[in-house]
Structures are given as structure tokens and as C-alpha cells.
């Protein structure tokens, strides 16, 4: 509190003075008497004192208190808060970030990168105290060591046998997505049921044994075909996605399942305009859900076949944030979308016929595009393919900081028909120019890859063996030169193609594929299994 006292007393001892001055008589227009000035605030420093540290020092000028100035600290430090402290009357400084799984290191401060120069933390995950720079990597699927790399220096190899995923009865039967929950592989497929396809649901152990009964749980309930299903895991539930035409052309459907396929509110239909919207693809920002998928609403000749690509964001709740949001703007076809996240940023590959070659008429070239989460632009269309192939079946994923992005050469009449990758910055910028994979005389086509950090796994479908079509894997590095000799995954008598892989538990890298050994198209599941070099 201020000394306010003397000046009451003088206040009013000055406007009683003031007030002797008026007589009592008569008065005219010349007896007016101007208001007293008001009383003063103070009439030393002292009287404005407001007897605390951090405001600083109050003086008193011409009878009115001036504040003092706050105290500044700053010790010019980015990785302290600092701040005035009443009680120690005196400046403070604490870490401005935390250890909150005490594991003696500290987390990030949010939005930076672990290890980073302004991050002032080199934890990766502060909620896992197994998880710090200098730990011991293990085979699980995780960077325990906070080096960017996940398993290092690990290898794959196969786990069979294999094991049937979809039913007989639903034959034939496509691979539409698998992602590991933390307790099992949640899984999706299209398949045949009673003349109608239909998407399926399966829940399976780290054998690819089921873990439901019935293994099995269908999606979609009406009886119009339904394709698909692309999944995303955002570590509570299940983002699946697929092509239907419940109501005539086929639209693009979305819905939210938890770790038993049980539905988390009715199914949305996300694409609203004439003409086809098919090939749907699905990822997981941390934040919402992001579709990508090729769309026929653009087709201004009305002959059908003319697509462009659509994006659409959902949140976590499910529900559509803005519009659908068109990417490409081309006359040709642009279709086959894949969408990734990874590094706080969005990457879409597609296959386009907007660039024919000379001696291939009608070929397709493959293109890539960064993304924003909000779906802004970083780079135009990018084309990552040249001259003299006919190139399909794009696939991307996060790297570390990079994006790989691979694809085949689909037709004899390419210059080859091998596997092909090149790889991106996060903005596109080119790292690795284009780079072919697979050097067999035979077709090599369908790939999937998943990213390690400093290296990538890439598995396909090869008819090498020439029993029909076999899957093979290899390591390569991050200049996309292998890393391990190719190996041999599965050993049917016919075809298995399509592989989808994904981490799974214990470093184990699981496989969905499509297998026709028994004579009719179905579902398969296989694993390749992590060891570590001590």
C-alpha cells in the first residue's frame, strides 16, 4: 500500500484554504472563481513505492507517481525460462524442457526435432524411459537410441510359413491394408460374398493367427461392390477407407473401427459428384486423417476415364475438415494416388498419362507431389519417371528426413520391367536421381517399402523362380544401393503379388499379400523376422 495519509490531510487543509477565499455577498460575473487544481499524488519517491521487487524502482515527478521499469531477465539462454522472483527478490532460471519419463534425459521443446541446435532436448519419446540417446537398440520397430535409425544394423529375414488371411468362401479375395496396433496386426481385404464384393476386417498375432472369432468381420453392409480398404493406425483406432457405389457410381467411403473392427460411428460418404471416385489411399498426420484418391467429376468431355486427384482431411473424431481439395489439373488421367506422412509433412505419388513417350504410345509417368498437413502446396507436380517406360504401381514413405518413392515398369513393351525408386527431400527437392532396384531378366512389379531411417526394406512380386510370381526382399541404403543380397519370401506354385508390409512387433516386418496357390485369388499374411549383429 502506498502512504496516502499525509496526503488526505493536506488535500484537505489546501481545499479549505481555497474555500476561505469566497465572500458572501453579492456576487457578479466578475466574482467567479476557477476550480482548485487537483491534490498532488506525492511529494517524494518514497510515497510511490509500491513495496515490490520485480516492477522495479517508482518515482515521484511533479507531484504524479511514475511506474518503474519491470526487471528484464533474460540470461540468453534459449533452453531456460527466466523470470523475476518476489521471494528471492532476485532473477530465476529453470529448464524450459522436462524429463518426464526420468530417464535422465530431456524431450524436445514442442515442434522441434529431438537433438536439434533450439531444441534443448535429444529425448525422441520423454514418455518411455527405455527411449534416450545411448540405449541399447533393440529388434522392435523402434529408434531406441534416438538416432534417427530404427533396428540398426539389423537384417530380415523370413519367418514363414505363410497363413491364409481371407476365407475360401470369399474368393477371390484382394490385400487392402495391415498396420500394427501395438498388440496386433489390424488388417483389411476385399472379397466375393454371394456374387457381391464386400471389405473385410481381421485382427491377427504376430504368426498371423487370428485373434477374433470369427476371424473375419465385414465392413460394408450393403450389397452394392465395395473395394478396398486403406488403413491408418493413429494409436487409439483404425482409419479405414474404400470404393463403394451403394448408390450408384462408386464414391469414396470412410469410417473410424477399433482394434476389434468395431465400428465408431456410421460410415461417411466422403466424395459427392458424378463419374467414378475410386483407388482410394490413407495416412495419419497425429493430428487428422488425410485421403487421398482419383476422381472422374472433372471429366468435361462426359466419355468417362478422365481423372484427376482429390484430397480430403478428417479428424480424429471423424469429421471432414473443408471440402474435397482437387491436386492435380491436367487433361490426361492422373490416377493410383498414394498418400504419406512423415517429418510434419505430406507427400502424394501418382501415376500420370499427361507425358506419352515416343516409342510407347500412351505410356504413363510417375509423379510426386509435397504437401503441407493442411494441404498447401510446397512444390508443383513433380515428374519422377523419363522417357521409354510405362511406369505404375507408385508407392512412398518417410525416411528420416526423405522421402523414397518406388514403382514398376509395367508392360513388355517398356525399356524394363523392373522395380525403380528415387528419392526426395521434404520440400522435393531431387536426392537420388532415379534408380533401378531389381536386375533380373523376368518382371519384377508391385513394390512396398518401409523406411528404417538410414535405410529402406523394399519387398515385390518377381516370376524369377518361373513357377508364376514370388515375393523377394532386399535392404538398400539411402543412396539406394542394396545393402544385402535379395531373398526369396514365399515359394508357391503360383502367383503371390500386391504385398503390403508394415513394422510390426519385435523389429518383425509384416507382409499382407495376394496369393492365387490354390487356384483361386485369396489372402495371405508372412513375416520377416529382425536379428540384430552384436
Known sequence: MKARTRFRALSLAWVSSAAIGVGCGAKTELDFTPPPPPPPDCFVDEDCDDRRFCTGVETCREGRCVPGAPLVCNDNDPCTIDQCSEETRACTTAPATRDN???????????????????????????????????????????????????????????????PVSEPTLAPSGAGGVAWSGSRYLASFWGYEQGSAHVYFTARNRDGSA???????????????????????????????????????????????NADGEKLGPDQRISFARGFSINPSITWTGEDFVLAWQDERD??????????????????????????????????????????????TLAVAWLDGRTGTPNASGARAIFFAPLTTSLQRLAPDIRLTTAGFDAVAPTVVFNRDRWVIAWHDAAERSVDREIWATVRSAS????????????????????????????????????????????????????LQPLTVEQRVTMAARDSVYPLATLGPEGDIGVLFRDQRDSRWQVRFTRLQCAIAR
Not at 453392409?221 to 487409439?236: F, L, M, Q, S
Open 101 to 163: 519419463d526420468g530417464d535422465g534425459r530431456r524431450g524436445p521443446i514442442a515442434g522441434r526435432q529431438p537433438g536439434a541446435a533450439d531444441a534443448c532436448g535429444d529425448d525422441c519419446d520423454d514418455e518411455d524411459r527405455t527411449v534416450f540417446p545411448g540405449a541399447t537398440e533393440l529388434c522392435n520397430g523402434r529408434d531406441d537410441n534416438c538416432n534417427g535409425v530404427i533396428d540398426d544394423n539389423a537384417t530380415f529375414s523370413p519367418a514363414g510359413p505363410d497363413v
Open 211 to 257: 485373434t477374433l472369432a470369427p476371424a473375419t468381420r465385414r465392413v460394408t453392409i450393403t450389397e452394392p461392390d465395395a473395394y478396398g480398404a486403406g488403413v491408418a493406425w493413429t494409436g487409439r483406432e483404425l482409419g479405414i477407407v474404400w470404393q463403394e457405389r451403394r448408390d450408384g457410381d462408386y464414391e469414396i467411403y470412410f469410417n473410424r473401427l
Open 299 to 344: 471429366d468435361a468431355v462426359g466419355n468417362r476415364g478422365n481423372f484427376e486427384i482429390y484430397l480430403q482431411r478428417i479428424d480424429r473424431q471423424g469429421r471432414q475438415i473443408d471440402d474435397n481439395i482437387r491436386l492435380t489439373r491436367e487433361s490426361s488421367n492422373s490416377e493410383a494416388p498414394v498418400v504419406a506422412y512423415g517429418g510434419g
Open 428 to 479: 522435393g527437392s531431387m536426392l537420388v536421381a532415379p534408380t533401378r532396384l531389381t536386375m533380373d531378366p523376368g518382371f519384377s512389379r508391385y513394390p512396398s517399402l518401409v523406411g528404417l531411417g538410414d535405410r529402406v526394406l523394399a519387398v515385390w512380386a518377381d516370376d524369377r523362380a518361373g513357377n508364376g510370381y514370388d515375393l523377394w526382399a532386399r535392404m538398400f541404403d539411402n543412396a
